[in-house]
C-alpha cells in the first residue's frame, strides 16, 4: 500500500477528507503486523483487501449541498469522465429471505462460559466473542445499504462493491483517525439497547452509565489501544479524553473512549495502522492471546467483518472505521444474492452468557429493521 500511494502527489486544493489515494476494506484475518497468527479461513473465500487506489472520485458535501468531480489529467479526461457517469435508475425490490442463526443461542453461551473460565485460569483478561447470521436476498445491495443507513445511521457507515460481492457497514466505531500530526482511535465497549419509551430509555442509558463491569471492560481495551498508540509516538504524547464518554444512536447506547497521539517523526499513516489493527475493541486483551481464543471458540474466519473500511489517502491522511454492524453480499445469480452478518461483544470474567447473547441480538436488530426480519434466535 505505502509503495503504491508514493508513486502518486496531488497538489490541488480538493474539497473534503480524501484527496486521492487507497480506498478499501481490511479483513480481519490480516492479523496483527509482525505476529504469525493460526486462524481459520472465511466461509466465503473473501480476499482480505479489497479496494484500491483512486484518482478520480466524487465529492458530496451534504451541508453545504454541494457536489465537486475530482479527476486527474486535462478537460478531455475530464470530458471522458463525465460521460461514463449514469443517472441511478429507481431503487429496485429488495426481499430478503428467512434469516438463518448459524451459532444456537445455547452453543454461543457455552463458548462464553469457556471463556470466562480461561479468563479465571489468567489466560487473557476480555475476549469478543461473535456469531453469525445469514439470509437469501433478491435486489441490489446498494439499496439495502441505503436502507441500512436510514435505519441505522451511524458516523463511520460505508459501502464497497467489489468483483465478490459488496460490503454494507453502518459502523459508530473509528479505528483510526490521521491528519499528518495527530492520531486518534475510538474503542467503544458497553452496549445497552434503546426504548420508545423516554422514561425507560434514560433508565438504561443510567444503567450503562453506572455499570462498574461495563466501564471496566473499556478501561481494559483504553489501556491496549494506549500501549499500540504508544509503540509508535512521541514519548509523553499519548492523551485518554474523558473517561467515559457516552454516545446515543438509533438502536443502542455505548460508552466510548478517545485515545489519541502524536506519532514520531517517519511514522506514516501505514505504520500507524499497522500499529492498530486489528481494533483492540473486537480481539480483547491481550490482543494475541484473544485472537488466539476467538479463533478456537468461533471456529471460522470472520473476514471483512472486525476488519477495517476506510482510506489512506495521497497526502497521508488516513480515516478507518471497525467494521462492525456490518452487512456483507455476494452474488448468486441474476438478481440473486445472499447476505451474512456477524454481532458479538466483549466477555470478562463478569459476563453473564444469557445477558451477552441477547445482547448480540439488540445489535441485530439495528440492521435487520432495515428489511424487516422477523425472528432473530
Given amino acids: 500500500m505505502r509503495a503504491a500511494l508514493d ?35 472465511e466461509p466465503w473465500g473473501w480476499p482480505n483487501l479489497l479496494g484500491g487506489l ?11 449541498g454541494t457536489l465537486h468531480l475530482v479527476v486527474r489529467g486535462g478537460s478531455d479526461r475530464v470530458e471522458s469522465v463525465l460521460a461514463a457517469l449514469r443517472q441511478p435508475g429507481p431503487a429496485q425490490p429488495i426481499a430478503v429471505g428467512a ?79 490521521f491528519d499528518g500530526t495527530s492520531a486518534r482511535t475510538r474503542p467503544i465497549k458497553g452496549t445497552a439497547p434503546r426504548y420508545a419509551d423516554p422514561v425507560a430509555d434514560l433508565a438504561a442509558r443510567d444503567a450503562l452509565w453506572n455499570s462498574p463491569k461495563d466501564r471496566a471492560e473499556l478501561a481494559m481495551i483504553v489501556d491496549l489501544e494506549r500501549n499500540d498508540l504508544g509503540r509508535i509516538a512521541q514519548a509523553g504524547t499519548v492523551r485518554v479524553q474523558q473517561f467515559p464518554e457516552l454516545e ?41 492471546a484473544s485472537m488466539e481464543a476467538i479463533a478456537r471458540l468461533e471456529q471460522e474466519g470472520r473476514g471483512l467483518f472486525t476488519g477495517s473500511l476506510g482510506f489512506v489517502d495521497f497526502r497521508g491522511h488516513a480515516h478507518f ?36 447473547d441477547q445482547e448480540t441480538l439488540h445489535k441485530a436488530h439495528g440492521m435487520v429493521d432495515a428489511w424487516g426480519a422477523g425472528d432473530l434466535s
Avoid at 326 to 336: A, F, K, S
Wanted: hydrophobic fraction near 40%.
Fill in 7 to 41: 508513486r502518486w502527489r496531488t497538489e490541488a486544493a480538493i474539497p473534503g477528507p480524501f484527496h486521492g489515494g487507497f480506498l478499501g476494506a481490511l479483513g480481519y484475518e490480516l492479523g496483527v503486523a509482525g505476529e504469525s497468527l493460526d486462524l481459520p479461513p
Fill in 54 to 64: 483512486y484518482t478520480d472520485f466524487l465529492v458530496f458535501d451534504h451541508q453545504q
Fill in 99 to 177: 434469516l438463518q442463526r448459524h451459532t444456537p443461542a445455547a452453543t454461543h453461551m457455552e463458548r462464553i462460559e469457556v471463556a470466562r473460565k480461561d479468563i479465571a485460569a489468567g489466560e487473557y483478561y476480555q475476549v469478543n466473542l461473535a456469531h453469525r447470521f445469514s439470509a437469501p436476498m433478491q435486489g441490489d445491495p446498494l439499496d439495502l445499504y441505503l436502507r441500512l443507513r436510514s435505519a441505522n445511521p451511524a458516523p463511520y457507515a460505508g459501502f464497497l462493491r467489489g468483483s465478490c460481492g459488496a460490503c454494507l457497514s453502518s459502523s459508530p466505531e473509528l479505528l483510526l483517525e
Fill in 248 to 288: 446515543s444512536y438509533a438502536r443502542v447506547h455505548h460508552l466510548v473512549a478517545t485515545v489519541s497521539a502524536t506519532p514520531r517523526p517517519g511514522v506514516d499513516a501505514v505504520d500507524l495502522l499497522q500499529a492498530l489493527f486489528p481494533g483492540g475493541s473486537i480481539t480483547g486483551a491481550p490482543k494475541l
Fill in 321 to 356: 472505521n471497525i467494521l462492525i454492524r456490518t452487512v456483507l453480499w455476494r452474488p448468486l445469480g441474476v438478481g440473486q444474492g445472499e447476505i451474512s452478518f456477524r454481532v458479538g461483544g466483549g466477555i470478562t470474567w463478569a459476563s453473564d452468557p444469557a445477558a451477552e
